[in-house]
């Protein structure tokens, strides 16, 4: 068993639909939740990075994490056409999340927003 | 602009030869970067950790030998892949840990093809 599991997808979703992004994960230690865009060859690059249990938005984005399932969603509200790439989940456990940068990645979802 | 700066972008190699991949920091000193490897539609694996001044810790499976890390100062870190197969052909991705921003930051990529 991976210990991230992520549906690769591939979603497709109208413009200014809801797009629901999900993650399991196994591994009881991870602390640091996070979620990376990653357009075609390139870098991920970070949308949102959340602590433990709980919600954060972002503008348009919002995570949220729940420890008790082992279950992290990101949602996209009034998805653009520009939003179109693939999400990466990833976690750490060690102190200083992201700033320690030993992450394990989900396996991504491909998103495409069409006009 | 980005911050971590990856080169080259793009790499076509006969098999046999050795490639060098540069992974440089732009506006931090990086005492730790990372090294990852993402096939087609899969998620990014972390292949080892480089640390300036000392010996990149590998992870489990990647062979050290093959796959070279050199962090001889703050700013670059360089993955050479030795004696390059097709079956290495992957895509690179390094990332850089800025402590003063607590933050990390991703490489744009490198795709490596071996004929």
């Known amino acids: 068993q991976k210990e991230v599991e992520q549906d690769p997808g591939p979603l497709s979703v109208p413009e200014g639909a809801i797009v629901s992004l999900n993650c399991t994960y196994s591994?009881?230690?991870?602390?640091?939740f996070m979620w990376y865009r990653q357009y075609s060859r390139k870098g991920p690059e970070l949308l949102m990075y959340?602590?433990?249990?709980g919600n954060k938005e972002d503008g348009r984005f919002t995570a949220q994490v729940d420890k008790s399932s082992k279950y992290i969603s990101l949602f996209i509200r009034d998805s653009q056409p520009s939003d179109s790439a693939t999400y990466l989940c990833?976690?750490?456990?060690?102190?200083?999340?992201?700033?320690?940068?030993?992450?394990?990645f989900g396996q991504g979802t491909i998103l495409t927003v069409h006009p | 602009g980005a911050v971590v700066s990856q080169h080259p972008s793009r790499v076509i190699c006969k098999s046999g030869t050795s490639v060098k991949i540069e992974c440089r920091s732009l506006?931090?000193?990086?005492?730790?970067m990372f090294w990852y490897r993402q096939f087609p539609k899969q998620s990014l694996m972390l292949m080892a950790t480089?640390?300036?001044?000392?010996?990149?810790?590998?992870e489990q499976g990647v062979e050290k030998d093959k796959f070279l890390i050199n962090h001889a100062s703050l700013t670059l870190s360089t993955l050479t892949v030795t004696s390059a197969h097709p079956e290495d052909s992957s895509f690179y991705i390094c990332?850089?840990?800025?402590?003063?921003?607590?933050?990390?930051?991703f490489g744009s990529g490198t795709q490596l093809s071996v004929l």
């Open positions: 480089s640390n300036e001044g000392s010996k990149a810790t590998y």
């Open positions: 506006d931090f000193q990086a005492t730790t």
């Open positions: 990833a976690m750490s456990a060690n102190a200083g999340g992201t700033s320690y940068g030993k992450l394990t």
């Open positions: 959340t602590y433990s249990s």
């Open positions: 990332s850089a840990r800025d402590l003063r921003r607590e933050k990390l930051f």
């Open positions: 591994n009881s230690a991870f602390q640091y």
